[in-house]
């Protein structure tokens, strides 16, 4: 298909046997992560959550703010992001998206990748760094 690919949250409906979540504005998302197979997302901070809990995201950049996260998630392989959504194909979707459907072993990479990259000890790095920065040691 050559025209870019939108949809709203109805859009996955035709695959009837499919358990598809549309969550926006949570701020609770990890029992949702920690059941899931994969997410789509956009490539904002959620993507390091997922990451932490392992799981395998394809996303969108939605924003200039976007770039570096969107990249990483390609660099380091803990998910695919297509890049910004207006400019995303939707035969590229959805070879993707069967991509990650179907193929256990990219997802079970891709979340190893995840823990690796994202090991939830940031909050003490930075703390550490507070610290030394500010000679706070006591």
Same mark, same amino acid.
């Not at 939108?6 to 695959?15: I, K, V, Y």
């Not at 994969?38 to 932490?52: C, D, K, M, N, P």
């Not at 770039?67 to 590229?92: A, M, P, R, W």
């Given at each position: ?7 709203? *949250? ?5 695959? %009837? ?6 969550? !926006?504005?949570?701020?609770? /998302?990890?029992? +949702? ?31 200039? *703010? ?5 990249? %990483? ?6 998910? !695919?992001?297509?890049?910004? /959504?207006?400019? +995303? ?50």
């Amino acid at each position: 298909n050559s025209k870019p690919f939108h949809t709203n *949250n109805t859009g996955f409906n035709q695959f %009837k046997k499919l358990k598809v979540n549309y969550i !926006t504005n949570s701020y609770d /998302l990890s029992k +949702v992560m920690s059941q899931t197979d994969f997410a789509i997302t956009a490539a904002g901070s959620t993507v390091f959550e997922l990451a932490h809990m392992g799981v395998p995201q394809i996303a969108f950049m939605i924003d200039e *703010n976007q770039e570096i996260t969107g990249s %990483k998630i390609n660099e380091h392989g803990f998910g !695919t992001c297509l890049g910004y /959504l207006e400019d +995303v194909f939707k035969d590229d979707f959805v070879n993707v998206f069967f991509e990650f459907l179907e193929n256990t072993s990219l997802k079970t990479e891709m979340s190893s990748k995840g823990k690796k990259f994202v090991d939830g000890k940031g909050v003490d790095r930075i703390v550490e760094q507070i610290v030394q920065y500010y000679d706070l040691a006591a």
